[in-house]
């Protein structure tokens, strides 16, 4: 089973930037899609970004547009999430993702992804 290690969450003011990565030491050209999503507390699982990796194609929640950019690095097999101007609704943990399933709901759902790693806090304050 392959595993996806997530780094970098914490806590930081509004304002602030955080970087997320997600190492995938199994990932190969099967897994062409790797995403961020996050969970809030009584809240379902949203997609925050997700990249199409054959072409580099980004797909980014309305909510984090021109503040969240999600990056991949081929060589390292690595997926990052560099997020700034941080809110406090995006208070979450965020999981990485990939997928191998052949179901597809779309870049940002949930579902689409089989995947997951164990997730990494976010905690922004205002």
């Known amino acids: 089973q392959m595993q996806l290690v997530e780094f970098g969450g914490g806590s930081v003011q509004a304002g602030g930037p955080l970087r997320l990565s997600c190492a995938a030491p199994?990932?190969?050209?099967?897994?062409?899609?790797a995403g961020w999503f996050r969970q809030a507390p009584g809240r379902e699982r949203e997609g925050a970004a997700t990249i199409f990796a054959p072409n580099g194609a980004t797909y980014y929640a309305d909510s984090v547009k021109g503040r969240f950019t999600i990056s991949q690095d081929n060589v390292k097999n690595t997926v990052s999430l560099q997020m700034n101007s941080l809110k406090p609704e995006d208070t979450a943990m965020y999981y990485c993702a990939t997928r191998l399933s052949s179901t597809w709901y779309g870049p940002l759902v949930p579902k689409s992804f089989d995947i997951w790693g164990q997730g990494t806090q976010v905690t922004v304050s205002s």
């Open positions: 199994g990932y190969t050209s099967n897994h062409n899609w």
